[in-house]
Protein backbone atom coordinates (compact mmCIF):
# COMPACT_ATOMS: atom_id res chain seq x y z
CA UNK A 1 0.00 0.00 0.00
CA UNK A 2 1.01 3.44 -0.91
CA UNK A 3 1.01 5.77 2.00
CA UNK A 4 -1.09 9.01 1.46
CA UNK A 5 1.07 11.71 2.09
CA UNK A 6 3.25 12.09 -1.16
CA UNK A 7 2.82 16.05 -1.20
CA UNK A 8 6.00 16.08 -0.03
CA UNK A 9 7.98 15.36 -3.03
CA UNK A 10 7.46 17.93 -4.97
CA UNK A 11 10.51 18.25 -7.00
CA UNK A 12 10.36 14.14 -7.95
CA UNK A 13 10.53 13.60 -11.80
CA UNK A 14 10.75 9.91 -11.81
CA UNK A 15 8.84 7.01 -9.58
CA UNK A 16 8.95 3.92 -10.84
CA UNK A 17 7.34 1.98 -8.19
CA UNK A 18 5.84 -1.31 -11.61
CA UNK A 19 6.20 -5.25 -9.98
CA UNK A 20 5.86 -4.48 -6.20
CA UNK A 21 2.61 -5.87 -5.06
CA UNK A 22 1.17 -2.79 -4.19
CA UNK A 23 -2.53 -2.81 -3.28
CA UNK A 24 -5.25 -0.20 -2.13
CA UNK A 25 -6.27 2.84 -4.19
CA UNK A 26 -3.90 5.17 -6.08
CA UNK A 27 -3.26 8.20 -3.72
CA UNK A 28 -4.70 11.11 -4.69
CA UNK A 29 -1.78 12.90 -3.26
CA UNK A 30 0.33 11.92 -6.32
CA UNK A 31 -1.64 14.70 -8.17
CA UNK A 32 0.38 16.84 -6.31
CA UNK A 33 3.50 15.96 -7.72
CA UNK A 34 3.34 18.75 -10.27
CA UNK A 35 6.65 17.94 -11.68
CA UNK A 36 6.55 14.10 -12.48
CA UNK A 37 7.57 13.45 -15.80
CA UNK A 38 7.49 9.57 -15.78
CA UNK A 39 4.62 7.59 -13.15
CA UNK A 40 5.00 3.77 -13.60
CA UNK A 41 2.68 2.05 -11.29
CA UNK A 42 2.05 -0.85 -13.70
CA UNK A 43 1.80 -4.87 -12.35
CA UNK A 44 0.57 -4.21 -9.05
CA UNK A 45 -2.71 -4.88 -7.40
CA UNK A 46 -4.44 -1.49 -7.19
CA UNK A 47 -8.29 -0.96 -7.54
CA UNK A 48 -10.69 1.47 -7.40
CA UNK A 49 -10.74 4.58 -10.33
CA UNK A 50 -7.96 7.15 -11.64
CA UNK A 51 -7.41 9.51 -9.66
CA UNK A 52 -9.19 12.72 -11.14
CA UNK A 53 -6.06 15.00 -9.47
CA UNK A 54 -4.15 13.41 -11.93
CA UNK A 55 -5.10 16.67 -13.88
CA UNK A 56 -2.85 18.72 -12.67
CA UNK A 57 0.66 16.37 -13.68
CA UNK A 58 0.85 18.59 -16.59
CA UNK A 59 4.33 17.83 -17.15
CA UNK A 60 3.67 13.64 -17.40
CA UNK A 61 5.18 12.77 -20.39
CA UNK A 62 4.79 8.81 -19.29
CA UNK A 63 2.04 6.88 -17.26
CA UNK A 64 1.93 2.98 -16.69
CA UNK A 65 -1.17 1.79 -14.42
CA UNK A 66 -1.31 -1.16 -16.99
CA UNK A 67 -2.03 -4.89 -15.34
CA UNK A 68 -3.57 -3.71 -12.38
CA UNK A 69 -7.44 -3.80 -11.44
CA UNK A 70 -8.67 -0.58 -12.14
CA UNK A 71 -12.61 0.45 -13.10
CA UNK A 72 -14.33 2.67 -14.34
CA UNK A 73 -13.19 5.36 -17.09
CA UNK A 74 -10.32 7.71 -17.60
CA UNK A 75 -11.36 11.09 -16.03
CA UNK A 76 -12.04 13.94 -19.07
CA UNK A 77 -10.15 15.92 -17.37
CA UNK A 78 -7.03 14.90 -18.15
CA UNK A 79 -6.92 15.78 -21.13
CA UNK A 80 -4.87 18.69 -19.72
CA UNK A 81 -1.90 16.24 -19.28
CA UNK A 82 -0.74 18.04 -22.65
CA UNK A 83 2.72 16.05 -22.47
CA UNK A 84 2.06 12.94 -22.11
CA UNK A 85 3.00 10.47 -25.13
CA UNK A 86 3.44 6.74 -23.86
CA UNK A 87 0.12 5.93 -21.41
CA UNK A 88 -0.20 2.31 -20.80
CA UNK A 89 -3.58 1.05 -19.65
CA UNK A 90 -3.55 -2.88 -20.64
CA UNK A 91 -5.21 -5.45 -18.78
CA UNK A 92 -7.35 -3.77 -16.04
CA UNK A 93 -10.75 -5.20 -17.70
CA UNK A 94 -13.25 -2.91 -15.68
CA UNK A 95 -11.56 0.11 -17.40
CA UNK A 96 -13.36 1.43 -20.05
CA UNK A 97 -14.76 4.72 -22.12
CA UNK A 98 -12.80 6.94 -24.03
CA UNK A 99 -9.40 8.66 -23.79
CA UNK A 100 -9.41 12.42 -23.86
CA UNK A 101 -9.66 13.98 -27.57
CA UNK A 102 -7.19 16.19 -26.31
CA UNK A 103 -4.90 13.53 -26.76
CA UNK A 104 -5.34 12.60 -29.81
CA UNK A 105 -2.18 13.57 -32.09
CA UNK A 106 -0.32 14.14 -29.17
CA UNK A 107 0.01 11.09 -27.29
CA UNK A 108 2.31 8.78 -29.10
CA UNK A 109 1.92 4.96 -27.76
CA UNK A 110 -1.41 4.33 -26.17
CA UNK A 111 -1.94 0.56 -24.76
CA UNK A 112 -5.38 -0.81 -24.05
CA UNK A 113 -5.61 -4.31 -24.64
CA UNK A 114 -7.03 -6.02 -22.16
CA UNK A 115 -9.48 -2.66 -21.32
CA UNK A 116 -12.58 -1.72 -22.58
CA UNK A 117 -11.37 1.62 -23.61
CA UNK A 118 -11.93 2.55 -27.01
CA UNK A 119 -9.63 5.54 -28.62
CA UNK A 120 -10.05 8.75 -28.50
CA UNK A 121 -13.64 9.99 -28.26
Given amino acids: ?4 NLQGLK ?3 EMDLS ?6 TIPVSLGSLYNLQ ?3 LGYNMFTGTLPDSFKALTALDTLDVEVNF ?18 WLSYNPQL ?3 L ?19 RFC
Avoid at 1 to 4: A, E, H, I, V
Avoid at 70 to 87: D, I, R
Fill in 1 to 4: RLPN
Fill in 11 to 13: SLQ
Fill in 19 to 24: YNQLSG
Fill in 38 to 40: SLR
Fill in 70 to 87: LVGTVPASWASMTQLEHV
Fill in 96 to 98: GGC
Fill in 100 to 118: PKGWSGKVKDAHTLGSRIW
